[in-house]
């Protein structure tokens, strides 16, 4: 065998940062991935990931107040980012990301929304009923009188958090932090970055804080047993935060029994219904595509709130005009998405260009160059559109549309307004946990549920004292 | 004077077309590649769109390739609504343009499911050879009546090359696979005992055909369970329906198990896919049969990916060592290739020469080839000897491809034997909460 021409090593191997119990590790570093995305992190130290089960977490008898006022804090540096760690972030996100550098730019610069005052009451007084319960024994009175007490004991979490938005890793710290609790952060590779930069920027706020040292934020490869075996064990852990992604929940699934349960933010996809009064005139035709394009673009379709399939109420005709307007509109620059997004990937590519041949029951808007497709077809496609393409699918009533609404449907932005009561009870029952006024789907509120359930809720762990 | 392809083709029967001079080998290539793409864009208009589309008018080099190659999916792009709604003029609609099959030439007129809209178009002096990958939903390749007779004049010149087997039918054979099917290695598997064994001396797995319906069975059931129709009872019997097929192939290859152990001092002919070649080694170990116990002259055919890792990470290891002193093809191929790639007393795998390989990045954009040496990216290529439908394909392997002679004294290429599919190769832990349906339903019914 004669000479290996192999596509080049990388000159530069990104570095990626951990940050262990509040501080950054100086261990060694070992290599990751391949090719282009390979990237060198600090070896692990298994012991240094655990809080031992000893002692109380370092936050425990932290007063809630005090949480806020350090999160505050936090966001406020964020905003600021004087030490240049976001922007440190930020341009190793760049070479790393799917996204576009200027949609993480902008979201990086209102990651510190998160930690909002006003956000971090809704979740403490709408998930939990408020900080007494946190920070004491709250009194219930029993049925037969008596009297007993309760409280949100902090919890040992080992989060899996999903990369695909940014906004993703300032919720888990914000949560994991409320909880008073231990928090493990597993960095996935699409995003390797953000937790740490928000971590240090809150370690730089208050060096040393009990909150601090709570957390850390590692990477390993994803499902690696030598790691994952060793750690995810109630002797460690009392939960493991996992989202999304099929493989990372059916991996985590194989540890999850007695005191080590899983908090599953499962993976989602969403969907548009548009009523007829869309068609009332040009200005209510412009009003609901403008609204479906940005529920369809949020972060260029890479979220799961991002809606794929739109349900139009009308005839061929209608959906075609609505069609040929939402592509239009989907090439556009948002808060989180950009103008130009991901060129189709060539399977998908295929799958439409044979589509076009069926003509007239199939049309397709637009062009393969990211700015946005439209396809318009009689029933949904069997592939999952991707990347600022969107599937127009025409109905005769609204509720035709829920029976394309499943377990798997997270949100459903519904236009007009007036109709979601209409729809709501159904969607629910087939499975849906949002229904949205269209063009609310991205940014969850905090203080509602996510996913079916009050996180802040599950995270923690409910002791009684009877 | 013959055309580029047919002096290509011809090739098969020169007695070694692995071994030609490069330079005029890559000369020939590119003018079968010219031919190819011109006839080709006139009838498949998913060639032609992508030629308007990306600006390739003629065929200068192995660049102007690159863009024109198809992905596997793009063979099963239909709607699965058009099998369920039965609406077989569509389907073959969209055949039409993934295939040089027209429309009119065939009559769907009364089918009634996926297997008559199959025979039809078998009718109708084309064959619409099928592949079954993970999710059910099966990729339709075209051939046509040249495509079989090539295949066929491959497998009667080059079985066992580079020590072609005599076409002899001498031996007991069997056929661990269902008695016909729309599938190439059923074909293949058949015209091999044609050629090779005893006549009327050959057992089957089973004398049922494989029904393609069965085998959409699970993607089918599957839409059912993503649109919220399919009851319990119904997947409660599709699951069992599975279990008791499993059971009744299980008896027949306890039946095989049982002749080929009685008969292993005689000259015998084993085809199977891997995973049923593996269950056969597995019971034939278990009755005592030692390793290298076959006759020699006994010819073992295999195949098949490692989908969805079925088999121990070895399994090759272990057919090698079981059927060790026998004849075997060894090779790399798959159903989107005419013939495969067969493998060197060196173990390389020698690309044919009417197969271009085009080595790709890990995207499939660009192209890697060089001149000389070895290069490691995604295996891609042209096959110019087919004419039933376009040859170029991107597949999902990872590879390394020598261009430098071979070890074994021949002029290259050839494919080194570590391949992987990318897919297995993980690469990256991207973990996005954006996801489909199908995560909902996978695993419930059968991976």
């Known amino acids: 065998m004669s000479g290996t021409t192999l596509p080049g090593e990388p ?46 977490g370092p936050a425990f008898d932290v007063p809630s107040g005090e949480i806020v006022d350090l999160l505050v804090e936090t966001g406020e540096a964020l905003k600021a980012d004087r030490e240049g760690l976001l922007a440190e972030a930020l341009d190793r996100m760049v070479r790393v990301s799917p996204l576009p550098a200027e949609v993480l730019e902008r979201a990086y610069a209102v990651l510190w929304r998160s930690f909002q005052r006003i956000n971090l009451h809704a979740q403490i007084d709408h998930e939990l009923g408020g900080a007494d319960v946190l920070d004491g024994w709250r009194e219930v009175r029993l049925p037969e009188g008596r009297i007993a007490a309760t409280r949100a004991f902090p919890p040992r979490l080992v989060h899996i958090i999903a990369g695909n938005a940014p906004g993703v890793a300032a919720m888990s710290v914000v949560r994991g932090a409320l909880t008073k609790g231990v928090n493990l952060l597993k960095l996935p590779s699409n995003d390797l970055f953000t937790a740490t930069a928000i971590l240090r920027t809150m370690a730089s706020v208050a060096p040393g804080h009990p909150v601090v040292r709570s957390f850390s934020a590692v990477y390993w490869r994803g499902g690696d047993e030598t790691v994952e075996s060793v750690l995810f064990r109630p002797q460690f852990f009392d939960k493991l935060v996992a989202w999304g992604g099929e493989s990372t929940i059916r991996g985590a699934l194989k540890y999850v029994g007695p005191g080590f349960e899983l908090v599953s933010f499962d993976p989602k996809t969403s969907i548009s219904v548009v009523g007829r009064e869309a068609f009332a005139s040009e200005d209510t035709l412009r009003q609901a595509v403008e609204a479906a394009a940005s529920d369809a673009t949020f972060f260029n379709q890479q979220a799961c709130v991002a809606s794929r399939f739109q349900f139009v109420e009308g005839s061929e005709q209608d959906a075609d005009r609505y069609a040929a307007l939402l592509c239009e509109r989907l090439g556009v620059a948002r808060e989180f998405s950009s103008a130009d997004g991901p060129r189709v990937a060539g399977e998908l590519r295929e799958e439409i260009d044979v589509l076009r041949s069926l003509a ?107 | 004077m013959a055309s580029a392809r047919e002096q290509i083709r011809s090739l098969v029967r020169s007695g070694d077309p692995f071994d030609q001079p490069a330079e005029d080998m890559a000369e020939l290539q590119l003018e079968a590649a010219r031919e190819a793409f011109a006839s080709h864009r006139e009838r498949i208009p998913l060639l032609r769109t992508r030629a308007e589309e990306t600006g390739v008018r003629e065929i200068t080099g192995l660049d102007d390739l690159v863009p024109l190659l198809f992905s596997h999916t793009s063979y099963k792009s239909y709607p699965v609504s058009l099998i369920t709604a039965g609406r077989w003029d569509r389907l073959l609609r969209w055949y039409s343009t993934v295939s040089v099959v027209e429309p009119d030439e065939v009559d769907v007129d009364g089918v009634r499911d996926i297997d008559e809209w199959t025979e039809r178009i078998t009718a109708a002096g084309h064959r619409p050879y099928i592949t079954s990958g993970t999710s059910g939903k099966v990729s339709f390749l075209n051939c046509d009546g040249t495509d079989l007779r090539f295949l066929h004049d491959i497998l009667e010149n080059l079985t066992c090359w580079p020590d072609p087997l005599p076409p002899d039918p001498v031996r007991r054979g069997y056929l661990l696979a269902p008695a016909s099917g729309p599938m190439r290695s059923i074909d293949g598997f058949r015209w091999h005992a044609d050629v090779f064994a005893l006549p009327g001396e050959t057992r089957l797995l089973t004398e049922d055909p494989m029904r393609v319906s069965e085998l959409m069975s699970s993607a089918l059931l599957r839409r059912r369970m993503a649109e919220g ?102 090779s790399y191929g798959m159903t989107e290739l005419q013939g495969s790639c067969l493998a060197c007393e060196k173990g390389n795998y020698h690309v044919p020469p009417w197969v271009i390989p085009l080595v790709l990045d890990e995207a499939g954009e660009k192209l890697l080839n060089p001149e000389q040496g070895v290069v490691e990216g995604r295996f891609a290529f042209l096959d110019v000897s087919l004419e039933g439908r376009w040859g170029g394909l991107i597949s999902g392997d990872r590879v390394y491809v020598d261009f430098s002679p071979c070890d074994c004294g021949r002029s290259g290429p050839a494919v080194l034997p570590d391949i992987q599919r990318y897919g297995d190769l993980g690469g990256d832990d991207k973990i996005t909460c954006a996801a489909t349906l199908d995560s909902y339903v996978r695993g419930m019914i059968h991976g």
């Not at chain 1, 949002?434 to 599950?458: E, I, K, N, T």
């Not at chain 2, 002259?297 to 272990?318: C, E, F, H, M």
């Open chain 1, 360 to 466: 007239p029951e199939y049309r397709v808007w637009g062009a393969y160059d990211g700015r946005g497709l439209v396809i318009r077809s009689p029933e949904p496609v069997d592939f999952h559109p991707d990347g600022k393409i969107v599937n127009v699918v025409p109905v005769a009533a609204l509720t035709d549309a829920v029976a394309h609404a499943g377990v798997a449907t997270q949100t459903v932005g519904v236009y007009p307004d007036t109709r979601k009561a209409e729809l709501r009870d159904a969607l629910a029952c087939a499975g849906v946990q949002r229904v949205v006024s269209l063009g609310r789907a991205g940014g969850m509120p905090p203080g509602l549920s996510h996913d079916g359930f009050y996180p802040l809720q599950r995270l923690m762990r409910w002791v009684n004292d009877e």
């Open chain 1, 11 to 56: 000159s530069v191997r990104t570095e990626v940062v951990h940050v262990v119990r509040g501080e950054v590790d100086q261990a060694p570093p070992v290599g990751h991935g391949r090719g282009d995305s390979a990237f060198t992190t600090p070896a692990l130290d298994l012991d240094r990931l655990v809080w031992p089960r000893t002692e109380p």
């Open chain 2, 229 to 330: 129709v399919a009851t319990p009872q119904e997947i409660s019997s599709f699951e069992s329906a599975s279990g008791s097929r499993e059971e009744e192939l299980g008896a027949a290859m306890a039946r095989i198990v049982d002749d080929i152990a009685a008969h292993r001092d005689e000259p015998l002919l084993i085809a199977g896919m891997n995973n049923q070649q593996f269950t056969l080694i597995q019971a034939l170990r278990a009755r005592g049969i030692p390793e290298g116990g076959l006759h020699p002259d006994t010819l073992v055919l295999s195949g098949g990916g490692n989908k969805g890792r079925a088999l121990p990470d070895d399994y090759q290891q272990q057919f090698a060592a079981f059927y060790q002193g026998v004849r075997r093809v060894r």
